[in-house]
C-alpha cells in the first residue's frame, strides 16, 4: 500500500462518525479522531510494516489519532534490528499524549519478548523521565511483556521508581501492580508489604485486586484491611 496517497481516503471509508464520537469521549487530551476501529487500523498496520514502514513513521502526520495509533501498531509489527526499532521509539514516546496510543504502543512491542534486556535496560531511561506518558510507557510495557519469573522482582522495583504524580502515570503503575499480583501473588505480596508507592497507587492497586476473578477472595479481604487511610 502507498500509504502516502492511499491511506487517508482507506480511513476515510472505514471511519464511522459514531465511532468517533464515542471512543473520543472516553480518550481525552487524544488528536482528533476519524472513527475507525482498532482491528482495522491493526490490518493497516500489518500491511504498512510489510513494506518501507522506515518512511511511514518518519513522514506520517499526527493530525490524526488514527495516525498515531498506526505508528504505535507499526513499531510492534516492523521486522527490523533491534536498535533500529528503538530509536523509531525514541522519536514516537514524546508525542504521546493519552492513554489509548501509549497502550497500543506497549501492549503490541512483542519485540520486547525477544530482546527483553536491551528493551528492559531502554526503559529505563524513560523511568528516570519526569513525565506522566513516558512513565506510563514503562508502566504499561512492563506490565504487558515482562511479568515473567526472571522479571518479576526488577518489575515491582521498578514500580517504585515512577512517582510522577499524573494521573495516568499512577493508573499505569497500578495496573501492572495488580497484575503482578494476580500472577504472581507471592513475589508482590511481599511487594506490597514494603514498598515506596504514593497511597493513592498503593490503594488503586488494592482496588484492582479486589476487583480481578484471578485473585482469591480470601486475598480480596486481607488487602482491603490493609488500604492505606
Known amino acids: 500500500m502507498d500509504w502516502r496517497t492511499e491511506l487517508e481516503p482507506r480511513l476515510r471509508a472505514l471511519a464511522g462518525e459514531h465511532q468517533a464520537k464515542f471512543s473520543s469521549g472516553l480518550t481525552p487530551n487524544c488528536k482528533p479522531m476519524l472513527g475507525v476501529r482498532l482491528p482495522e487500523l491493526r490490518k493497516i498496520a500489518k500491511e504498512i510494516a510489510r513494506t518501507d514502514y522506515r518512511s511511514f513513521l518518519e513522514e506520517c502526520p499526527d493530525t490524526y489519532f488514527e495516525y498515531e495509533t498506526l505508528q504505535a501498531y507499526v513499531l510492534g509489527y516492523a521486522k527490523d534490528d533491534i536498535e533500529v526499532i528503538l530509536s523509531y521509539g525514541d522519536r514516537f514516546v514524546p508525542k504521546i499524549h493519552d492513554w489509548s496510543v501509549n497502550d497500543s504502543f506497549c501492549q503490541n512491542f512483542t519485540i520486547a519478548r525477544k530482546y527483553p534486556e536491551r528493551v528492559f535496560d531502554w526503559l529505563m531511561g524513560y523511568a528516570k523521565k519526569e513525565e506522566e506518558f513516558p512513565q506510563r510507557v514503562v508502566a504499561v510495557l512492563l506490565m504487558s511483556h515482562f511479568l515473567v519469573p526472571e522479571y518479576i522482582d ?70 482491603k484491611a490493609r488500604k492505606r487511610k
Not at 160 to 167: A, E, H, N, R, V
Open 154 to 223: 526488577k518489575v515491582l522495583a521498578v514500580m517504585d521508581m515512577l512517582q510522577y504524580d499524573g494521573y495516568y502515570t499512577k493508573m499505569g503503575v497500578a495496573w501492572c501492580v495488580a497484575t503482578a499480583y494476580a500472577k504472581f501473588p507471592k513475589e508482590t505480596a511481599k511487594y506490597l508489604g514494603k514498598n515506596e508507592l504514593q497511597d493513592w497507587t498503593y490503594n488503586k492497586a488494592i482496588q484492582k485486586m479486589c476487583e480481578s476473578y484471578r485473585v482469591e477472595d480470601e486475598d480480596k479481604a486481607y488487602w
